[in-house]
């Protein structure tokens, strides 16, 4: 079963705490994005990575951090510098770069 | 700046009809277009894509429409079931993609 999977589903965090959402893919793609999508708003991009050990900052970098150590592996720590982290964050694969991007379940982070 | 939007944010639709689903961009250079679905608490669908060589495309139940000269993407969902209710979105993509804010489809059974 190929596809693209997010967990945990659901992640709470506390004041002053990093937490790490988890992005896998099995579809060979060299690229993987993550989102935040907040509610009535258009997707928001974070992170893109084009390459394995390579990424660049989105429109909203800002409080977050990713790693690409694995081709299928992109995960993205929210840190606490990320003052309003509640939202449903998107992750996404694509061949190459430009072409048609595959989404994940999403992780919906709520903060205690 | 270059944007995506949607004509409609909410549709309402009686099952059984056709629903057409708008979405206006303004970079004349995107040459990659795809529309997507998103049912509630869950990650967007890849339903359809197009790209610019081409005026249209057809899959199952859906066919998008593109009009260059307008700049204008659609989204046609023919005979629209009780499981077609989500938001719809378009994107497009040139040297990045940019994602429209959505199109919510309610269909009436």
């Known amino acids: 079963d190929g596809g693209i999977t997010q967990s945990p589903k659901y992640l709470f965090r506390k004041e002053g705490q990093n937490v790490t959402l988890s992005c896998e893919q099995n579809?060979?793609?060299?690229?993987m994005y993550w989102y935040r999508q907040d509610p009535g708003q258009g997707l928001r991009l974070i992170y893109y990575?084009?390459?394995?050990?390579?990424?660049q900052k989105g429109d909203i970098a800002e409080g977050y951090s990713v790693s690409r150590e694995k081709k299928e592996s992109f995960p993205l720590t929210v840190t606490s510098a990320q003052k309003n982290p509640t939202a449903f964050y998107l992750c996404?694969?694509?061949?190459?770069?430009?072409?048609?991007?595959?989404f994940g379940p999403g992780t919906r982070l709520l903060v205690l | 700046g270059e944007n995506v939007g949607l004509h409609l944010p909410t549709l309402s639709v009686q099952e059984g009809d056709n629903s057409i689903i708008n979405c206006a961009y303004s970079?004349?250079?995107?040459?990659?277009f795809i529309w997507y679905k998103q049912e509630s608490g869950k990650g967007p669908q890849f339903i359809i894509d197009?790209?610019?060589?081409?005026d249209k495309r057809q899959g199952q139940r859906v066919t998008v429409l593109l009009n260059k000269t307008v700049k204008h993407l659609s989204l046609q969902i023919a005979a629209t079931q009780p499981g077609d209710s989500a938001v719809y979105f378009c994107?497009?993509?040139?040297?990045?993609?940019?994602f429209g804010p959505g199109t919510s489809l309610s269909v009436i059974p």
């Open positions: 996404a694969s694509s061949m190459t770069s430009g072409g048609a991007q595959y």
């Open positions: 579809l060979n793609h060299d690229a």
């Open positions: 197009i790209r610019s060589n081409m």
């Open positions: 994107a497009e993509t040139y040297d990045k993609v940019i």
């Open positions: 990575s084009q390459i394995v050990n390579d990424f």
């Open positions: 970079n004349s250079a995107s040459d990659y």
